[in-house]
Structures are given as structure tokens and as C-alpha cells.
């Protein structure tokens, strides 16, 4: 049996006071006996009763100093050990592998510190036959060490060496809560264990047992001018850049260098030009505060409250309506007394590049002529201004109605045939053959006749309809034709809609050189266009044909990026790394290091297509002097169970069972 609060056993000093008590205290009364014949009686009643009482007594003494026993004990805790605690220090060093740890003053940055701190506490904790281990906080969190000894003193050297040579600093964030969670494991085995962590972030709130050690990572003199986002906006046709910047440890004024390249893009015979532009401003900021640039040639209608705004407005030869790169640096205005420019403590967020202000082309031809005359309706074409609306920041959509004469077969992204169909299939672009009165050469599928119910008919959901991203929306049982033509033989396409008596009412096709699709009915004899699900098929046919392979063009460092095609393959080109090939779409990739990506394809159809994007360090991680709340309490999970049974409630009975006893021999005293 052990005790968890040893000073309780002063209790027993209770005893020794005990014992006073039954020294000083009288065990006779003088009496004054008026007969001796009453005096005999009584002292042959004495020598019977003597015996008995001197035997009461003595159990009593022993019951008190036994009570008092009882009582030291449960003072000072009692308890069994089940597991043995070691004295032998053990600590556990988390090393903040975040972005904001490249800061670098006087040559050394933030990380270099922290290592090189962390390898100090690992000797000393060696050198006391203690145990050491480290954890590595970036985006996902894992063990260096755990639980290494002073026998392993050489790994320990190795491994912390290991991250100075080959850094693993990132440029991220850091999952310090993680981290400390990933701790309870080796408390779980010893309570006594603590924990360092050694960051450049403060916390208001940390529990015992855990130290922030960030006054071993920081310096006096480091602060930090940032980029924190850049992006665009269009209005009165025109472009606004939007630049917000921040000044951490100090208040500075920042020069603003922009470069506008590829603006104003425009198409001439004799192929296409464009200009370079380039932009200057200078941002009051104030510490910890964000400042916002707005350059703006329509002018801009509000600002946001809680943050400085400055506008910048440009002249008609600074403005821009389309653009294919912009980038934006920022330094100090003020040098020293040789005019230099003073680099702050963080370099990466000083520049951002912008992505995205110049669309590919993507041509339509909607052509409708039946009977030699136009039947081009409004059905078709307000669905075609919707997803050029829809769609203007991916694709710069043009779209040519044809209501008379032959239809153009090449030269297009997008053809769209309704009626009369022309010779022969284009085979540049994705085509759309709405009612067809004929089969087009290519077409690859055989007509029957044109059938027509005499009652209401609803579509159903044809062979390969099921899970098709083409009809993903749309609810065959609702939609009602009275007329369509057969289609008897239609190969290599796929059946996503049919009729009820079984027949073809749209098929898809999609080969390494072709993609059709097929209508087989006129939409007049139908209650397709007044319902929902005529711009929900028309939506799915355009995005899963000319998907763009982008979502944005602007990600931050351990995003994911997902990636489409309009062909078989897309290279995907890293900062500092080789083409990667993705064949499976959508391709996912983690992006890590901040900089320009490019990603390229061949369409179906042999169209060459690029996209880059930009990856920017997280806002947060430019603030070099944060302060977080709280850091989540790892002794949380403690069982002290584990280690201990306690042992009161047994001393409590027999203090119980003690008591009741003293109570007895008092009753018949």
C-alpha cells in the first residue's frame, strides 16, 4: 500500500495525545464510607468488578488509537499501485514545421531555432537517463522520436541533424492541436510527462504541463510586409484589381509594383495583340492591420468597413479588360541612408501572381431550317445565352444562329443541328443533332419512321441512362412527347432516354475522335422545353463536354486541386517539378509549395489547351506574431485507475466498523 498525500500520517500524532489524555486522567474518587460493614460489602463487590473493567478498558484504548489510525490514513489517501510511475524525466518537444517558421532574422530562421532548441532539451533530458520525443507540426502532424532513451542518444542526434539538412519546414500551417492530441499516448503511460512546444505563436490560454515556447523561436527586429490576396473584378467592362496587403511588427509604407501582361487581348487578321501595362501605388499600413488597393477605372460603389481602403484610379491607357497574367510585388518604401530597400523577415508572400482574366474560345453553331425556312425558336437559343452567362469566366462563348442556306461544318467547338442535318458530320467539335430528318455521313445510325401516339406518352429511363452525368437531374416520367422518329441501329452510342414502346429518344456517343449526341424527337411535340429539366440537359451536355479543367486559379499551399479534361490525358507542371501525367478524371493533386502551376491538355478533337493557376502561402502564416486562444489539454484523457485503486473505501468500513465498537463498550461503561 502506498499514499498519494504522505503528510496525511501526521494524523498519528493523535495517538500520542490519546495516550496523555488517559495518563492525566483520574481513575479514582476518594469516598467517604459511613459504616465498615458498608465498606466490606464494597470492597467484596470491587474485587468481583475489577477484572471486567480493567478488560473494557484496555479493548477501548486500543479501539481509540486504532480510530485515530483509521482516520491518518484516510488523510493521506491510501492506495495499491498497478503501475509505476517514472521518476526519470520525460518530455515531448512538437516543432512547428509551419510556414510563418521560415521567418529569418540574422541569417537563422525561426525553424533553425526551434531544432536547434529542441536538440538542447533532448541532451539534458538524455544526460538524466530521461526519455525524449519529437513531433514534426506541419498540415499532418507525425512522430520523429517516441520514447528514445540514452541509448539511442546517437539516433536522437541523427534525426534532429536530419531536419536541418533536409528540411521539412513547409509552407503551410501547422496543426499544433493535432499535435498535442497525438501526446496523450505517451501520457497515458506516464502523467508526469512535458510537453514543449516550440512555435512562434502565443497562447492566451495553456494548460499545465504544457509549455509555448515561443521566445525561443522569435527575435526583436523581425516583422513582415505581405501579400495576402490579389484578385479581379469586372465592371462597367473593365477590370478592378483588388490587392490586400498587411505590415506585421511594424507600421510601414509599401511600394506596390504591378505588371498587367497579354491586357486587352484582341484578334485582327493578321492574327492577335495585346499590351503590357504596368501599375505603382503605395500602401499606408498600419501594424496588424490589413490594407486594401483597389485600382479601378469604372470606379468602385462601396468598401469594406473594418479595414483601410485606398483607391487608385486608371487612366484609359491603364485600364485592362482581359489580361493573362498579373503580378504584384510589394517592398519597403523607406531604405536606409544608401537608398537600399529593407528586405522584412518573410520573403515568400511578397509576391502573387493572377490567373484567369483571358478565356479560351468556344464557338457555337446553333443551325435550325426546316423546309427551307428558319425554325429556329426561342427554346434553344435562350438556353445558349443562359450558359454563355453561366459560363463567362471559364469560356469566352460565341454563338452563331444559322437560319437558311448549309450549315458550316467545321470551325467550331459546338454544333448544334435541329431538322435538316447536314451531309456529313463535322469532326472538330461536339455535335448535337436535335429531330434529325436525315442520317449525316459519320452519323453512324439507322432511321425508321417518324411514329405519333394518339395518347400522352412520358420518356423512361433507357439501357445505359443509369448514372449518366448527362441526364444526372433530369426525371424521364415527366416529360411527355407525342411524336418522335425510330431509330432502328445506333451502334456504338449509348441509350440514355428511350420511349415506352423501347426505341431511342437521346443517345450519346463518345469515341477518341467523336462526341454526338442525339435527339430523337422534335421538342414542339413535347413538354421538354417549358420544364426544368430542358436547362438541366442542356447544362450536363455542355459541362460534361467542355469541362473546365479549373475551378479557380488562385489556391493556397496543401489545397487540393481537381482537374477535368476534354481529352484523354492532362500534364500537370509543379513549381520545381517534373510533368506529371493524370489519364483518370477528375485528377486530384496536393498542392504544396507556393508559386505558378500549369496545366495542359489536347482536347478530343485536337485542340490545344493551357491553364496556369497560382498557389499563395495561407494569410494566416504571414502574421508572424500570432496569438491563438487556447491549446486543447492533452492530461484530459489521464486515468489515474490505471496507475492506482484506490483504497478509501476499505479504511473507511473498518474506521465505520471501529467506531460502532467504541459506541458499544462506551453504552455499558
Request: overall charge negative; some cysteine; charged content about 25%.
Amino acid at each position: 500500500m502506498s499514499f498519494l498525500t504522505p503528510l496525511g500520517l501526521l494524523g498519528l500524532l493523535g495517538i500520542i495525545i490519546l495516550i496523555i489524555i488517559y495518563i492525566i486522567k483520574p481513575n479514582y474518587q476518594q469516598k467517604i464510607i459511613s459504616s465498615t460493614f458498608v465498606w466490606k460489602l464494597s470492597l467484596k463487590f470491587r474485587k468481583k468488578k475489577l477484572p471486567t473493567s480493567r478488560l473494557r478498558d484496555i479493548i477501548l484504548i486500543i479501539c481509540q488509537i486504532l480510530i485515530v489510525t483509521a482516520c491518518s490514513i484516510i488523510l493521506a489517501h491510501p492506495v495499491k499501485i498497478l503501475k509505476v510511475v517514472s521518476d526519470k524525466p520525460d518530455v515531448i518537444a512538437i516543432i512547428d514545421a509551419s510556414a510563418s517558421m521560415r521567418a529569418n532574422y540574422d541569417g537563422v530562421t525561426r525553424y533553425q531555432r526551434a531544432v536547434d532548441a529542441t536538440r538542447a532539451l533532448a541532451e539534458k533530458t538524455l544526460d538524466s537517463d530521461g526519455r525524449v520525443s519529437v513531433i514534426v507540426a506541419d498540415a499532418d502532424p507525425s512522430f520523429l522520436l517516441q520514447n528514445f532513451g540514452s541509448d539511442r542518444r546517437e539516433d536522437v542526434k541523427n534525426s534532429l541533424d536530419g531536419l536541418l539538412s533536409d528540411p521539412v519546414c513547409g509552407y503551410g500551417i501547422s496543426d499544433i492541436e493535432s499535435s498535442v492530441k497525438m501526446c496523450e499516448t505517451i501520457i497515458d503511460e506516464n502523467p508526469n510527462a512535458q510537453i514543449y512546444i516550440y512555435t512562434d505563436k502565443e497562447y492566451y490560454d495553456v494548460p499545465d504541463g504544457v509549455n509555448v515556447c515561443y521566445t525561443d523561436v522569435r527575435r526583436d527586429g523581425e516583422w513582415n510586409a505581405a501579400i495576402l490576396d490579389v484578385y479581379t473584378e469586372k465592371a462597367e467592362g473593365y477590370y478592378n484589381l483588388i490587392v490586400k496587403v498587411a505590415c506585421y511588427g511594424k507600421q510601414a509604407e509599401l511600394d506596390l509594383n504591378v505588371q498587367v501582361t497579354g491586357a486587352n487581348k484582341s484578334y485582327i487578321a493578321d492574327g492577335e495583340v495585346s499590351e503590357d501595362i504596368t501599375l505603382a501605388a503605395t500602401a499606408v499600413c498600419e501594424d496588424n492591420l490589413t490594407t486594401t488597393v483597389v485600382f479601378t477605372y469604372a470606379g468602385v460603389s462601396e468598401t469594406e468597413d473594418d479595414e483601410k481602403t485606398q483607391i487608385v484610379n486608371l487612366s484609359e491607357d491603364e485600364r485592362f479588360f482581359n489580361y493573362e497574367k498579373i503580378s504584384v510585388d510589394i517592398v519597403e518604401k523607406s531604405g536606409n541612408v544608401n537608398g537600399s530597400k529593407n528586405k522584412d523577415s518573410f520573403t515568400e508572400d511578397d509576391h502573387f501572381e493572377v490567373y484567369g482574366g483571358s478565356r479560351a474560345p468556344l464557338k457555337i453553331q446553333y443551325y435550325s431550317v426546316q423546309n427551307n425556312a428558319s425554325s429556329i425558336t426561342s427554346f434553344v437559343s435562350s438556353i445558349l445565352l443562359v450558359l454563355q452567362s453561366l459560363y463567362e469566366e471559364d469560356w469566352d462563348i460565341t454563338i452563331d444562329e444559322v437560319k437558311k442556306g448549309d450549315p458550316v461544318i467545321e470551325g467550331y467547338d459546338y454544333y448544334i443541328f435541329e431538322h435538316t442535318m447536314p451531309s456529313e458530320l463535322p469532326k472538330d467539335g461536339f455535335v448535337f443533332l436535335i429531330d434529325p430528318g436525315t442520317v449525316p455521313v459519320g452519323a453512324d445510325f439507322t432511321l425508321g419512321n417518324v411514329y405519333e401516339w394518339r395518347t400522352d406518352q412520358f420518356l423512361a429511363l433507357g439501357e445505359d441512362g443509369e448514372g449518366s452525368p448527362i441526364i444526372e437531374g433530369v426525371t424521364p416520367g415527366d416529360i411527355l412527347i407525342r411524336r418522335y422518329t425510330r431509330i432502328t441501329n445506333y451502334g456504338a452510342y449509348q441509350c440514355l432516354l428511350s420511349t415506352v414502346d423501347g426505341y431511342p429518344a437521346l443517345l450519346y456517343r463518345e469515341t477518341e475522335t467523336t462526341k454526338t449526341a442525339v435527339l430523337a424527337f422534335d421538342y414542339r411535340y413535347s413538354w421538354l422545353p417549358i420544364l426544368k429539366d430542358f436547362p438541366i440537359l442542356m447544362n450536363n451536355i455542355f459541362d460534361h463536354n467542355f469541362p473546365a479543367a479549373l475551378s479557380k486559379h488562385v489556391y493556397s499551399v496543401d489545397d487540393t486541386v481537381t482537374m477535368r479534361a476534354m481529352g484523354k490525358t492532362i500534364e500537370f507542371k509543379g513549381v520545381g517539378s517534373d510533368v506529371r501525367t493524370f489519364t483518370e478524371f477528375p485528377a486530384t493533386t496536393k498542392v504544396t509549395i507556393p508559386g505558378t502551376y500549369t496545366v495542359s491538355q489536347t482536347t478530343v478533337f485536337g485542340k490545344e489547351l493551357t491553364d496556369n493557376f497560382y498557389v499563395k502561402i495561407p494569410s494566416a502564416e504571414s502574421n508572424i506574431f500570432m496569438v491563438e486562444d487556447s491549446i486543447v489539454n492533452p492530461f484530459q484523457t489521464y486515468n489515474r485507475d490505471d496507475f492506482y485503486r484506490d483504497l478509501l473505501l476499505y479504511v473507511a468500513g473498518a474506521l465505520v466498523a471501529l467506531l460502532f465498537v467504541e459506541w458499544l463498550l462506551q453504552i455499558k461503561d
